[in-house]
């Protein structure tokens, strides 16, 4: 790969920034990486993300890249080794998977937000049977294909880390008898560029968000937690 420079424009809890750092990582590309305030972007922000979100990548300070997905696959791309299986057909049920995720992350955006119980647990239980559908279509206990990391593990990091959080405050079930989806959710926790995608301090600031939500999980974050 020619020598390029790559600057990633994040936000600390954001899980799609997560994805590319955890992309670039994977591939051993050196990049910097600038933290920001999504209630308080800089003028400059606004010049380079069309569509207000992070992450962005910009590659030799001059050329602007939005979108996790296309962030990733573009690394991919430009690296020796895909993180997409050879097949075809497996590339595009990979894919499929990957996309499932994201409709992961949005129900997890609900659940933090439930006002009441009845429409925390009706979240809860949409997860649950997500994860259900899930446990069907990893291969074996481990990664989601194989022994081999692949783009869909760097996605699915992520979404566990929201778990790993909320086990501190509330007991979901979300994963109970799910032995695959829990093995591989063990596997990534210790996967190091996924430990590392997100600062030290992460679990305490996603715990002083949901305390901050007034949502109905906002009240199971107590004092001495945050």
Known sequence: MEQQDFHLITHVLCPYVQRSAIVLQEKDIAYR???????????????ISPMGRVPILVVNESKPLFESAVICEYLDEITVGSLHPDDPLEKARHRSWIEYGSGILDSIGTL????????????RLE?????????QEIDEPGLFSGNGFHLIDA?????????????QIVDLKIFDN?????????VLQH???IKQAVVEEYPELLLQ????????????VTAEVV
Do not use: C, H, M
């Not at 990486?33 to 010049?47: C, E, G, V």
């Not at 799910?178 to 063990?186: H, P």
């Open 209 to 220: 968000f949901l305390a901050e939500r007034g949502s109905y999980i906002s009240q199971f």
């Open 112 to 123: 933090y937000n439930a006002q009441n119980e009845k429409s925390f647990e009706q979240i």
């Open 191 to 193: 996967r190091p560029s």
């Open 178 to 186: 799910l032995t695959k989806v829990k093995a591989w959710r063990v």
């Open 33 to 47: 990486r600038t933290d920001i305030d999504l209630s308080n972007t800089p003028s400059w922000f606004k010049q």
């Open 155 to 167: 996605v699915y990091g992520p979404i566990f880390r929201y778990f790993d959080v909320f086990d």
């Open 127 to 135: 997860i649950q049977r997500k994860f259900q559908l899930l446990e």
